[in-house]
């Protein structure tokens, strides 16, 4: 781009635009009162110092929504495939999918979205039969995956879905017990470990990511701070599904409640420390592949 000049008389001002995206600067004639924050230079003159554009954090509703949606599908496979809870679970699970997943669809998702929550549909009705939901579960949570892979990658998808949909469906599932307390604790622990897996995973994957600017950014301390409190959460879930009383799932179950809250803003804040996804995260490399087909 070529540089633009303007000059304007004695009492006028001058304006200089240069290429290569350098700042702007104004130089002014004005009386001896200058305005607050210029500094008078020589003769009149008044020198603006260009100021720096803000950081704008962003993350794409669609990009979450989706890789929330694929960890809780196949969570929901998991513990249908467990065969320790009945129908009404699953369609519990399946409808809190088609929530998630078809808002990201809505909202940007594409036709991965659209697919996986037609799949999850189709899990909704097929609760009663647990071979075809856990399958139908697969399929949409794969679907959702493939959705969120572009923006996110494929590692930062996949430990988002598992730091997700852990927390949520040990939620949900800890809610069932409140129904049912003659279900079997060891489902519950087991969400509860996958779970803290997942908060590891993620903040390995988005923590190497963001290199120097986790320590730098106070969404990288939000971030650290959240997934921290998040294990820490899941560590406690486990510890109160060891009280043999019925009291011990209640607490548990409430527990989850504010992890969820946490885990959410941990993957939010990381999402938006990294901005959707770099080479690490395999984003690069996948938009290109698709690009050579």
């Known amino acids: 781009m070529d540089e633009v000049g303007l000059v304007v008389g004695d009492g006028g001002r001058r304006r200089e635009d240069c290429s290569g995206g350098a700042a702007q600067e104004v130089w002014s004639r004005s009386a001896s009162v200058q305005p607050p924050g210029r500094a008078a230079v020589g003769d009149g003159l008044v020198y603006s110092p260009p100021h720096p554009p803000e950081t704008a954090i962003e993350i794409s509703p669609a990009l979450f929504l989706t890789t929330w949606a694929s960890g809780l599908a196949i969570g929901a496979a998991i513990v249908a495939g467990w065969r320790v809870v009945g129908p009404g679970f699953g369609w519990l699970s399946a409808g809190v999918v088609v929530l998630f997943g078809g808002t990201g669809w809505a909202v940007g998702g594409g036709w991965p979205a659209g697919l996986g929550t037609l799949a999850a549909v189709v899990a909704f009705a097929l609760a009663r039969r647990s071979g075809p939901s856990v399958v139908a579960l697969l399929v ?24 997700l949909g852990g927390v949520t469906t040990e939620m949900l599932l800890g809610h069932w017990y409140l129904i049912d307390p003659a279900l079997p604790r060891w489902a519950l622990k087991r969400l509860a470990a996958i779970g803290a897996v997942g908060v590891v995973a993620d903040a390995i994957v988005l923590g190497v990511d963001a290199g120097t600017e986790l320590g730098a950014e106070v969404v990288g301390w939000a971030f650290l701070v959240l997934a921290i409190t998040t294990l820490a959460l899941m560590a406690a879930v486990w510890f109160a599904l060891n009280e043999p009383s019925y009291p011990g799932v209640m607490a548990a179950t409430g527990l989850s409640y504010l992890a969820i809250l946490t885990a959410i803003g941990a993957a939010a804040a990381g999402r938006a420390l990294v901005d959707e996804g770099t080479s690490l995260l395999g984003a690069d490399l996948v938009l290109d592949t698709i690009a050579l087909l």
Do not use: E, F, K, N
């Open 140 to 163: 949409s949570g794969a679907l959702y995956v493939a959705a969120s892979v572009p923006d996110g990658g494929l590692l930062g998808t996949l430990s988002g879905a598992v730091l």
